[in-house]
Every structure is written in structure tokens, then in C-alpha cells.
């Protein structure tokens, strides 16, 4: 009886201690919002209308909510462990923050750690904050501490695939168990899902997902004209390399910026037209968008199966090739998905293509329009590689809104009924998005949803689709092949985005990497495109010109 008695008042003080703890939990005040008027007002007459913003701050989400979980775990991490830490880890690459690790300087734990500070540091200042980091796993630390203890046991003594331990953030389209998925929509906000297929390659190859990042909202297929970056439920991405001065890129907008700041080793983006090869190269990251169907789309918040594809960005084009095959595998659910691998992904990031062998051709109207792009190719032909000044054909792009338009319209209402809650999700069409929408709109959609009400309008038949489909794709090979075929050219070289919706509709792969920076301090991006399946060959060819000209700098706010 006394044995029971016991154990009741243990019962009965554990649970008074966690309760209390719950409570302290609940009434830390980590970050308090504050007047964005002024950070508004001083966008209003930016001559760029995608930089004029209404509002800065979410008006949904409270970053007290976010960060208070692992407050406690951050907060034993002292500033002076972190200065320790600090020429470790920032801007390093995967291999020799493994060594780290495998020398015993480093534990898993510290790194995530690492990075956790680094986000509360920044992203709970008012004044350095991105707006970029919208969600976090709340078991990472404790994720790492069971490596850690796996690598004390030795345990792990599987050959491990490089991405082992590293914490990565995901755009926030992705389904990932734990965190919500919104597509930075406030209809999607209550979004509990499973594991998309990306992730569970990842987490089977040992990365540690450390949270989701902001993004145009709707991977940027909502609104007209409005700000690239801006989620309802995320609020306004701003960019490391000039807050409020210089675009962040979309849609994957967060997963640019954090990689910049040095808030995660790698980031995963998605793409449709641009929206990887965008935010990379405004964010001076190495962004890959492969060729459809050799990352798998399925559990990822779509626009159009046609043409989505998740990629990765890095600091890197070694770590780049390293996410990027962490993600690769075949998936029987995803109709583009391919069951090659295509093998010497990995290896390509260290690996470098001898630039006396390689055949790059040089758009002309860039040459002419564009003094960083054509002293870049000077410096390329000078090392040895053959340039070719090519004019690609006129091509017509008619037709290309209605992909997107009619893929969405469908492709929608599929990922709500195959991966959704119903009871946590309400809509079940774009129709029903446009209604929940205007319930509320100043909140929900104060740049509007021209996309949306498009996507309604459109009236394209299936027919008329295919036919579109297969022009578009044959009118964007031509474009490059024309030239590809005639020089025997391994890429064609641009800047940024600026021939994405080509690469798209051909269904390329493209790779950017800085070039470095302009005038004002704003970024910009070589940008090699390939034909299908070419990823090792850019990959290999943007590591002889990394090699060759390592420009990149980190955005000097966020260097400490």
C-alpha cells in the first residue's frame, strides 16, 4: 500500500512539474510584433511594383509559437560555444563539416544546435530578421543526440551517404511529418501530412530535417504583379544581401534566403518555371532544377505535373550534387518519375570537367546587354573553354499560362484528396480556395488572386492542352538544340532566371551559380542549361567554374 501510495505522489508531482513547465513554456515572450509601417512606407515608390509591399510581418503567425519549443535547447548554447562553432560550420561544405564530425570537433548535436542559434539570433530581431524560417522540427535536437550516441556505440558503421546528419530546411509545399504544410496559404495552415516521398529518401539517407521556409505563396501562381516572396501565412521574405532593397527570388524564396544567411547546410526549393533558378541567383546560391521526373513530385503541393520538379540549393556545387542525390529514387506514384538514377550525381560536385574541354554557347543579346556576363565569358575563354556566340531561334511560347492554369485546376484537388485531412483542410478545388479567399481578404490575399480567378476562367480543353503541351515542348528544345546540335555545345549559358520558362517547357535541367555582383550589391548567376538528363555535366562543368572563380561572398549582416 505504501509502495502504491509512492508511486501516486510521484505520478501526481511529475505531472505538476510538466504542466508547469508547459506553462513557463507558454509565457516566455521571445519576439513581440512590431510597426511595419515604415518599412512599408519605404518600398511604396520602389520603382520594381513587385517591391512595393503592403505589409511586412504575417498577420497569422506568431513567431513566439514557432520558436518557444526549443527555446530552451538554443538558450544552453552559449555565445562564446557558438564563436567556437562558428569558423566550423559557417560557410563550409559538407565534407569538411563531416570531418569535423568524424574527428571528434564536431558533434551532430553542436551543429544543429549551431544552426538553431543562428536562426533565433537573426529571425527574432526585428531588424535582421528574413521572414524566412516559418516552421521547425521539434525533435531535431534530440534526433542528433541519437547519432551522436549511434557514432559513440558505433553503431553506424554502414557506409553513410554523405547528407548523414546535415540539417536541412524544405520550401514549405513540401509534406513533411511533424510541421505543417501550407504553401504559405492560410487555407492550408491547419495541413498535418505525412512524409512526401523527397523526404523520406533524405531521412533514409540520415539527414535531419530541421524545419520548413517561406515562399511565394502558392509557389507564386496567386497573385499578379505582387511581391515575389510574400506568403499570408509566412508574410514578406526579405533578402539577406539588402532587406527591402533587393527581390528575393520566388517562389522558393525562403529556401534561398536561408541558405545565404547560413541558417542550414542545404535547402530543398521547388520549381515550375524559375522558381529555383530565381531565388538562387538573388540569394548568390547554387540552385539546380533537374530534369523532370528524376525527383519525385509526389506529396509536394502542386501547379502543374507537367512541369514541377523539387531541386536543391546550396552554398555549393559539391553540397549541391550531394542533396541533390539524397533525393533521387524512383517513385511508382509519380507518373514522370524515371527509374535510372543516373549514376555520378555524387561525384560530379567533386569532380570537375577540364574547362580546355568544355563547349559553352554564349547568347549574344546577353553579351551585348549585359557587362558582368560578357566579362565572365572572357575569363571562361581565356582558361580555355570553347565559347560559341550563338542566336537562338524566335520561338512562340503561346499557350504556356494555360498548362499551368489546367494543370492546377486538376492537379490540385488531387494532392487535397490524396494527401489532406479533411477535417483540417476544407477546400477541395481551386474554386473553393477563391471563395475561402475572398471571406477574408485583406488577410488572405492583400495582392488579390488574378492567378486564381484565372485559373477558374480559363477555358482550354483537354485537346487543346496536349496540343500545347507537346508544341511547347518541341518550340523550347528547338531553342536550345538548335545551336546545342550544330557546335556540339554541353550548355548554353545565361543569367538567372532569364530562360527558365524555355528550360521548362523543354523540360531541361538548368544549374546556376554566383557570378558575382553588381553595381548596387545585388547578386547575379551564371546560369548553364543542358539537355534531359545532362545533371552530372552541369554539374561537373559548374564545378570547374566554381573552382575557377569562387565570387561568392556571404551577406555582410550575417556574418557573426
Known amino acids: 500500500m505504501k509502495k502504491l501510495l509512492l508511486l501516486m505522489v510521484i505520478i501526481f508531482l511529475g505531472a505538476c512539474k510538466t504542466e508547469q513547465d508547459t506553462k513557463e513554456r507558454h509565457e516566455i515572450v521571445l519576439w513581440t510584433p512590431y510597426d511595419d509601417s515604415l518599412e512599408v512606407a519605404g518600398n511604396a515608390d520602389h520603382g520594381n511594383?513587385?517591391?512595393?509591399?503592403?505589409?511586412?510581418?504575417?498577420?497569422?503567425?506568431?513567431?513566439?509559437?514557432?520558436?518557444?519549443?526549443?527555446?530552451?535547447?538554443?538558450?544552453?548554447?552559449?555565445?562564446?560555444?557558438?564563436?567556437?562553432?562558428?569558423?566550423?560550420?559557417?560557410?563550409?561544405?559538407?565534407?569538411?563539416?563531416?570531418n569535423h564530425i568524424k574527428e571528434g570537433r564536431l558533434t551532430y548535436e553542436n551543429l544543429?544546435?549551431?544552426?538553431?542559434?543562428?536562426?533565433?539570433?537573426?529571425?527574432?530581431?526585428?531588424?535582421?530578421?528574413?521572414?524566412?524560417?516559418?516552421?521547425?522540427?521539434?525533435?531535431?535536437v534530440q534526433q542528433a543526440r541519437e547519432l551522436d550516441e549511434?557514432?559513440?556505440?558505433?553503431?553506424?558503421?554502414?557506409?553513410?551517404?554523405?547528407?548523414?546528419?546535415?540539417?536541412?530546411?524544405?520550401?514549405?509545399?513540401?509534406?513533411?511529418?511533424?510541421?505543417?504544410?501550407?504553401?504559405?496559404?492560410?487555407a492550408l495552415m491547419d495541413n498535418k501530412t505525412e512524409d512526401s516521398f523527397i523526404v523520406r529518401q533524405l531521412k533514409k539517407n540520415g539527414a535531419l530535417i530541421l524545419g520548413k521556409v517561406n515562399l511565394s505563396e502558392w509557389a507564386y501562381f496567386l497573385c499578379s504583379g505582387c511581391p515575389v516572396?510574400?506568403?499570408?501565412?509566412?508574410?514578406?521574405?526579405?533578402?539577406?544581401?539588402?532587406?527591402?532593397?533587393?527581390?528575393?527570388?520566388g517562389s522558393s524564396s525562403g529556401s534561398g534566403t536561408a541558405v545565404a544567411?547560413?541558417?542550414?547546410?542545404?535547402?530543398?526549393?521547388?520549381?515550375?518555371?524559375g522558381s529555383i533558378l530565381s531565388p538562387s541567383s538573388q540569394n548568390s546560391v547554387v540552385g539546380l532544377k533537374p530534369t523532370i521526373g528524376l525527383l519525385s513530385r509526389s506529396g509536394i503541393v502542386p501547379i502543374s505535373s507537367t512541369l514541377d520538379t523539387p531541386g536543391p540549393m546550396t552554398k555549393n556545387v559539391k553540397d549541391n550534387a550531394i542533396l541533390f542525390s539524397a533525393m533521387l529514387g524512383f517513385d511508382e506514384v509519380d507518373s514522370a518519375s524515371v527509374e535510372d538514377n543516373y549514376p555520378g550525381i555524387l561525384s560530379a560536385g567533386l569532380n570537375p570537367e577540364p574547362l580546355n574541354e568544355i563547349r559553352l554557347g554564349a547568347i549574344k543579346e546577353l553579351m551585348e546587354s549585359d557587362s558582368i556576363y560578357r566579362k565572365t565569358i572572357d575569363?571562361?575563354?581565356?582558361?580555355?573553354?570553347?565559347?560559341?556566340?550563338?542566336?537562338?531561334?524566335?520561338?512562340?511560347?503561346?499557350?504556356?499560362?494555360?498548362?499551368?492554369?489546367?494543370?492546377?485546376?486538376?492537379d490540385l484537388p488531387s494532392y487535397l484528396r490524396n494527401y489532406t485531412d479533411p477535417n483540417l483542410v476544407k477546400i477541395k478545388s481551386i474554386e473553393d480556395a477563391v471563395a475561402f479567399n475572398n471571406n477574408d481578404s485583406l488577410v488572405r490575399i492583400p495582392y488579390g488572386q488574378a492567378l486564381f480567378n484565372g485559373i477558374v476562367s480559363d477555358t482550354t480543353t483537354s485537346s487543346e492542352l496536349e496540343e500545347i503541351k507537346l508544341n511547347l515542348e518541341k518550340n523550347g528544345r528547338t531553342f536550345f538544340n538548335s545551336a546545342m546540335d550544330k557546335n556540339?555545345?554541353?550548355?548554353?549559358?545565361?543569367?538567372?532566371?532569364?530562360?527558365?520558362?524555355?528550360?521548362?517547357?523543354?523540360?531541361?535541367?538548368?544549374?546556376?551559380?554566383?557570378?558575382?555582383?553588381?553595381?548596387?550589391?545585388?547578386?547575379?548567376?551564371?546560369t548553364f542549361i543542358g539537355k534531359q538528363f545532362t545533371e552530372a555535366k552541369l554539374l561537373r562543368i559548374g564545378k570547374a567554374y566554381e573552382e575557377k572563380f569562387p565570387v561568392r561572398i556571404m551577406p555582410k549582416d550575417y556574418r557573426n
Not at 516572396?229 to 527570388?249: D, K, M, V
Open 379 to 410: 575569363k571562361l575563354k581565356n582558361e580555355g573553354a570553347t565559347i560559341i556566340e550563338i542566336v537562338p531561334p524566335e520561338v512562340s511560347m503561346d499557350g504556356f499560362l494555360s498548362i499551368l492554369n489546367i494543370d492546377m485546376r486538376n
Open 229 to 249: 516572396g510574400y506568403s499570408a501565412y509566412g508574410g514578406q521574405t526579405l533578402n539577406p544581401y539588402g532587406r527591402r532593397i533587393f527581390e528575393t527570388g
Open 488 to 526: 556540339r555545345l554541353d550548355a548554353i549559358l545565361s543569367i538567372n532566371n532569364y530562360h527558365a520558362g524555355y528550360a521548362a517547357v523543354a523540360k531541361y535541367p538548368a544549374l546556376t551559380v554566383p557570378m558575382g555582383y553588381k553595381a548596387s550589391g545585388e547578386p547575379i548567376s551564371l
Open 261 to 273: 544567411a547560413n541558417y542550414a547546410v542545404a535547402a530543398v526549393g521547388t520549381e515550375t518555371s
Open 112 to 140: 544543429v544546435l549551431f544552426y538553431l542559434y543562428r536562426i533565433y539570433k537573426y529571425e527574432l530581431d526585428n531588424t535582421t530578421t528574413l521572414n524566412t524560417v516559418i516552421a521547425l522540427n521539434e525533435d531535431v
Open 49 to 98: 511594383t513587385r517591391m512595393r509591399y503592403k505589409l511586412i510581418q504575417s498577420k497569422v503567425l506568431d513567431k513566439n509559437e514557432l520558436f518557444r519549443p526549443l527555446y530552451k535547447e538554443v538558450s544552453n548554447l552559449t555565445e562564446e560555444e557558438y564563436k567556437l562553432l562558428l569558423p566550423m560550420i559557417l560557410e563550409q561544405d559538407i565534407f569538411v563539416i563531416r
Open 150 to 186: 549511434q557514432n559513440e556505440k558505433g553503431v553506424a558503421t554502414q557506409i553513410q551517404h554523405p547528407i548523414y546528419g546535415m540539417p536541412i530546411l524544405l520550401k514549405d509545399n513540401i509534406n513533411t511529418v511533424g510541421m505543417k504544410t501550407t504553401a504559405g496559404s492560410i
